[in-house]
């Protein structure tokens, strides 16, 4: 029998991977027309990595970043892999995660990806869904929500991120290269992070 976090991952790569080319064409608009296809090719490979047995949460998400950083290329590989390692070591040898685990593991991963990508809100990147995603879930477990209804609010909250990311223009990576013409197009690191969201959201409601 398989694991939970084994089958929640399997839910994401099924997302990423029905998603491929709708990444790819976003990406085609302001980059290198490749983050879907890099992401799907990470994704088979984390799950032929896995153990499905294996009930160790932040064992689980520590290979699949380590998986993700050495098969997905260009800024996805190592932004995707750094924040799915240090989510590991939040839950490392936890078989279950608490709300408050799940807002700890967001928060960590988010720093993860500032320090590696050296960026911010606001220059059109996987952030400007997850920072909002992260603010309003804290909000809500802080006010007495459970996980399940704090992570619809963040879902929410990351699709109005992506909403953002059409109003400005790039400045990271080969998006900052068009200037202005980078305005009016989703970012698909963003829209990904955002369907990882929820998908998760979705494998707990089930």
Not at 127 to 149: F, Q, R, T, W
Not at 159 to 164: D, F, H, S, T
């Amino acid at each position: 029998m398989s694991s939970r976090i084994y089958d929640c991952i399997v839910k994401i790569n099924e997302t990423i991977q029905t998603n491929k080319d709708f990444l790819t064409d976003l990406d085609r608009e302001i980059g290198d027309a490749d983050h879907g296809v890099n992401m799907a090719r990470g994704f088979n490979a984390v799950i032929e990595k896995l153990n499905a047995d294996d009930a160790d949460i932040g064992g689980a998400l520590k290979k699949t970043g380590m998986t993700l950083l050495s098969t997905v290329g260009g800024a996805s590989g190592p932004l995707y892999g750094t924040a799915y390692m240090e989510a590991g070591k939040v839950v490392q040898g936890k078989t279950e995660i608490t709300k408050e685990d799940f807002g700890e593991m967001l928060r960590v991963a988010i720093e993860g990806i500032q320090k590696r990508g050296k960026a911010e809100k606001g220059e059109k990147t996987m952030l400007d869904s997850l920072l909002p995603a992260y603010d309003v879930y804290m909000e809500k477990i802080n006010g007495g929500e459970d996980l399940l209804g704090a992570l619809e609010a963040a879902c929410e909250e990351a699709e109005k991120g992506i909403e953002y990311t059409k109003t400005i223009r790039a400045t990271k990576g080969r998006a900052s290269y068009l200037g202005d013409r980078s305005i009016g197009h989703q970012d698909p690191g963003a829209t990904s992070a955002t369907l990882t969201l929820e998908t998760i959201r979705d494998f707990l409601k089930g």
